[in-house]
């Protein structure tokens, strides 16, 4: 064992064989890690230079964490069966004298299992080295090995491995020094794509999630309506974390938006290309490309359906698709789905009051149609249509369902025949809410009504929604 350059098992009265080629690779090592961008690219260059500058049988990359050393990447990857063995598992400090003195005395190592002249060494040969490593190269068939130390902002990150198998000189002080040249032009080229990837991190996700951030969403949104393709975009938010932040306390207020976080993450794990981030608050987004919406929306009710929330919290959720929308911006984009999502939101809210013990009386519930959808149909805009989703949307909001339809019947069409859908609005069916929907008509058209299964219904309201039809009908001519 020695410190730096030199090395236990060299021998330095051996002619180097440092050459212009070795400098060169040493330069185009310097080059090529300064172009990579992430950590498993410079792992991955490393360990090729070094298998061409130090003339290795195999050379690797390890990281070292608690005295616990892994190999992250061997080039070539090995052919035989027992080399995989060892390169897949890890091993301790405390089993291997040589690591333990590389990170105690950031100390390069040299083993051998023959002399210069390739005399073979018995164990415990001190011109052997280190015994633990002398006897791996015997398994592998090796007649040298050396390890350096990757030192990275002051602490030992990990090792830079080597061998040479039979019919190559062993290794010796210039090819230990070549190495640490390298093993330090690696190791500022994993503290500089560290740096890029915290400055990153910094930049683009959510400190309190871990999700993306706005200004992430924004680009993710643009660059999906570049694409071409169907664009979708979900908006969320959270039912109840008010209540768990005045009853809990805010850092279990923290916990439930981390929980909202990894349902987000596993939706954008099951539609690959999504991105899922945290506007701000308690709102959330899932942004997709190329996704038809009922995929979408077929993904995000399972997901929640599997993964409910703590302390009786939930997520509302609206989702706005270019199939539906069309040609828009981004912003419009978000808006229409923030919109979708303010609809789920006030329907739930309505459903747990729908839950709440009956008092209503079927009378009462009529008039609160009569007075919802008169209005509705007031405010609409002229023309047949715009009046009957009005007044469906308001109907279906007054009873605490979900979605709704506008159709209309084929002039001349047969009873069996089914309308054709014109218009639909609302929001989907929330999993496990008893729901359903009614039907009532005037002429050709059709309207369809969601209703909560909690509703005050009958037939008082069932005339009243009839009455409300005729007058969006007859009224707009």
């Known amino acids: 064992m020695t410190r730096r350059s030199t090395a236990e098992g060299t021998r330095t009265d051996q002619e180097s064989d440092a050459s212009f080629g070795g400098v060169r690779g040493l330069a185009v090592a310097a080059h090529r890690l300064d172009r990579c961008r992430t950590l498993e690219d410079v792992v991955q260059v490393t360990a090729a230079i070094a298998f061409e500058v130090l003339d290795a049988r195999g050379a690797g990359v390890c990281r070292i964490e608690q005295d616990t050393c892994r190999v992250l990447v061997v080039e070539p990857s090995p052919s035989d069966a027992r ?4 390169v897949s598992g890890s091993y301790r400090a405390d089993d291997r004298p040589a690591l333990r003195t590389l990170i105690r005395d950031r100390a390069s190592w040299v083993a051998h299992t023959v002399t210069s002249d390739g005399t073979p060494l018995l164990p415990g040969d001190p011109e052997a080295g280190d015994e633990v490593e002398s006897a791996m190269l015997r398994d592998i068939g090796a007649v040298s090995g050396m390890a350096v130390p990757l030192v990275v902002n002051g602490a030992v990150w990990g090792q830079l491995l080597a061998t040479r198998a039979q019919g190559r000189p062993i290794f010796h002080v210039d090819d230990v020094a070549r ?15 560290d740096l890029e990837a915290q400055v990153r991190h910094l930049v683009a996700d959510d400190p309190l999630t871990g999700l993306a951030n706005r200004r992430v969403a924004d680009t993710s949104a643009e660059a999906a309506l570049e694409s071409g393709t169907e664009t979708c975009i979900v908006m969320c938010d959270v039912d109840g974390l008010k209540r768990v932040n005045d009853q809990l306390g805010h850092e279990t207020g923290d916990d439930l938006l981390r929980s909202v976080a990894d349902v987000l993450r596993r939706a954008a794990d099951a539609l690959p290309g999504a991105t899922a981030a945290r506007i701000g608050g308690d709102e959330f987004c899932l942004i997709t490309v190329g996704r038809r919406r009922a995929e979408v929306a077929e993904v995000m009710a399972a997901t929640i359906a599997e993964f409910p929330l703590p302390h009786g919290a939930a997520i509302s959720y609206g989702l706005a698709s270019t199939a539906v929308a069309g040609a828009v911006s981004a912003r ?4 229409q789905a923030d919109m979708a999502q303010y609809r789920a939101k006030r ?8 839950a709440a013990p009956a008092t209503a009386d079927p009378a009462v519930t009529a008039e609160r149609v009569v007075v919802a959808g008169s209005a509705a149909i007031v405010a609409a805009q002229s023309g047949i249509v715009p009046r009957l989703c009005a007044l469906a949307a308001a ?3 007054t009873l605490g369902g979900s979605g709704w339809a506008v159709l209309m019947r084929r002039p001349g069409a047969p009873d069996d025949e089914p309308a054709s859908a014109v218009a639909r609005g609302g929001g989907p069916a929330e999993v496990g809410a008893e729901s359903f929907t009614t039907v009532v008509g005037h002429g050709p058209w059709v309207v369809e009504v969601g209703v909560s299964g909690t509703a005050a219904t009958g037939e008082v309201v069932d005339t009243s929604l009839d009455a409300l039809v005729a007058v969006a009908v007859l009224g707009a001519g």
């Not at 080399?83 to 060892?86: A, E, G, N, P």
């Not at 329907?347 to 729908?354: G, I």
């Open 395 to 397: 109907a279906t909001e």
């Open 347 to 354: 329907a739930r809210a309505r459903a747990r009051r729908a």
């Open 179 to 193: 190495a640490e040249v390298l093993a330090a032009l690696a190791a500022g080229a994993i503290a500089r794509v």
């Open 332 to 335: 419009q984009l978000f808006r």
């Open 83 to 86: 080399t995989r063995r060892l």
